[in-house]
């Protein structure tokens, strides 16, 4: 059984444990609350940009073409990977990696933003064109650097398809691992579910031409769709992280009150075993 002296470090060392996780989870939650913020308002744009783009390709006209368009038959990809720097954030890049090990090909290529699954795809030996940095919050000036490197490798036709692997934010408890392809750019069809594209017309007039139209928009919904996966996954992150946080402080808070339970026993049992030897002694000299 542990000594008094080794149990009250034991005590202390979780003390010093819970201290440091509490402070981890009011941070999280600090960032958190801003992330989450950015990451649902950019949502209604993105839904804009998508009624856009589902009204030309409704118009059928011979016009609505672009290069960020082209479907090819080739299976070269290359994918976007979205990651946290840091961990202490529960399950969150596991369950992106397993996303990605799903949906992605054996001979796909990767462009990395964060450091934790960059570092298991050198482990795999896997091709990483580029590491890019995105301090927080996420400034839309380093999505559009992204996108456009994405894009060129595109446009020179290095690669027929590239992807965006990340975590989308769905509550404070629930993240959801997801990819989408960004390119070619795939336009939305219209549904029933989808307030912001169903129901409207597509008897437009597009001035100067559809296809100009489309030079001036799919950059730019490029951009957005790389920037709106940034700010997912920092939403995702900061929510991760405060949850796992709390998990830790309370599982501190309830392994300090069993080690202070077993140091009252064994404090108790020190104390009757003195008195058992204090009681035999002055029996003995009776």
Known sequence: ??????????????????????AMQLVAAAKMKKAQDQ????RDYSSQLNAVLSDISASDS??????????????????LVVSTDKGLCGPLNTNV??????????????????RKLRTMLEKTQKTILAD????????????????????????????????IVYARFVNTLTQVPEM????????PEATEDDGAIAGRTTDHLFEPSPAEVLASIL???????????????????????????KAATDNAKKFI??????????????????????????????
């Not at 400034?139 to 027929?160: C, G, M, V």
Request: proline share 4%.
């Open 97 to 114: 990696a397993k996303k990605l090990r799903a949906t992605t090909s054996d001979t796909a290529d990767y462009v990395t933003v964060g």
């Open 257 to 286: 009150k069993e080690l202070t339970l077993q140091y009252n026993k064994v404090r108790q049992a020190a104390i009757t075993a003195e008195l058992l030897e204090i009681t035999t002694a002055m029996k003995a000299m009776e």
């Open 180 to 187: 989408i392809t960004l390119l070619p750019v795939q336009p």
């Open 39 to 42: 990451a649902m308002a950019g």
């Open 132 to 163: 890019f940095q995105v301090p927080d919050p996420v400034p839309f000036a380093e999505a559009r650097a992204i996108a456009a490197f994405l894009s060129k490798q595109f446009l020179d036709k290095k690669y027929d398809k590239v992807s």
């Open 219 to 245: 950059p730019l919904y490029v951009n957005f769709q790389v920037y709106q996966a940034l700010l997912e996954s920092r939403a995702t992150e900061h929510s991760a992280r405060m949850v796992a946080m």
């Open 1 to 22: 059984m542990a000594n008094l002296r080794d149990i009250r470090r034991r005590i202390k060392s979780v003390k010093n444990t819970a201290q440091i996780t509490r």
């Open 62 to 79: 011979d016009e609505a073409t672009h290069p960020l368009l082209e479907v090819r038959e080739g299976d070269r990809e290359l994918v």
